[in-house]
């Protein structure tokens, strides 16, 4: 089970003492969701990239996913259904 925050700060705060994390970016209607989880707890993000407050919000979380070598996820499968 992962636990989801909407606060970054909060999950930032967290996600410094994590050693493995993921992170998947992709477009819904509201904009461009980014999911990011680090041990048991998630957190998802929602931005309009053409407000430039919230591109150097989305910029900063990107930034720390790369520097913590969190790996991208492109889709989740049921383990059950992965060597199917």
């Known amino acids: 089970m992962t636990f ?41 993000g929602v931005f309009n990239l053409d407000d430039p407050y919230q591109r150097q919000a989305y910029e900063r979380i990107r930034r720390f996913c790369t520097l913590q070598q969190y790996v991208p996820v492109e889709k989740s499968v049921d383990d059950d259904l992965f060597h199917a």
């Open 4 to 44: 989801v925050t909407f606060d970054w700060e909060a999950f930032k705060a967290y996600a410094e003492n994590c050693h493995v994390g993921t992170f998947q970016v992709k477009q819904v209607m509201e904009g461009t969701e980014i999911r990011v989880r680090a041990g048991r707890l998630g957190y998802v």
